[in-house]
């Protein structure tokens, strides 16, 4: 969108964990506010009537209408958790929050690495996204056993996606 750009690659305006995002990583979307080629977004265009606020939750107007039902608006699954992700960088502090998701891009990015059979990466960048940090790094340390890396990568990544899946039914 013209003139509508930022500085925070991380986390969007409306609470879009970008670096973490399937769109973003296959370099389909630039990410919030990084220049030509952004969508046409009805919340950018509104920071930018709001004297262009860098996260939502700094405007005095927030939570505004655009927020109600927001998690269960989009298909999108990465999209489910805003609100929660706006309120907890509200509570602990953007660069908390943005150290945090830095964090979780580095446990991505082994995840990508080390454990991607060419079928996962939206897999693991939803997953990522959605859980806690402690869950992931617990995974990690189980998927470091030597037994899971000397196997072939399609059965390293057939063990890291179990693991994903019972922390997300857990």
Known sequence: MKGFERN???????GL?????PMYLGKYCPGCGQGEGNQS?????????????????????????????????DSFITHQNQKKDIE????????????????KEEILHFLLEQFN???????????????????LKDMICQLQDEQILRQPLREKA???SQLLK???ES
């Open 41 to 73: 977004c009805a919340i950018a265009r509104c920071s930018l009537e709001h004297d262009k606020v860098e996260y939502c939750f700094l405007c005095k107007e927030y939570p505004c209408s655009k927020y109600q039902n927001i998690d269960e608006a």
């Open 8 to 14: 925070d690659r991380w986390f969007s305006l409306c």
């Open 158 to 160: 057939a063990a890291a």
């Open 88 to 103: 907890k960088a509200r509570t602990i502090g953007i660069k908390a929050y943005c150290d945090e998701q830095k964090r």
């Open 17 to 21: 964990n970008c670096a973490l995002c």
């Open 166 to 168: 019972q922390a997300a």
């Open 117 to 135: 059979d060419g079928r996962k990466k939206t897999l693991y960048s939803t997953a990522v996204n959605l859980l806690e940090e402690s869950r």
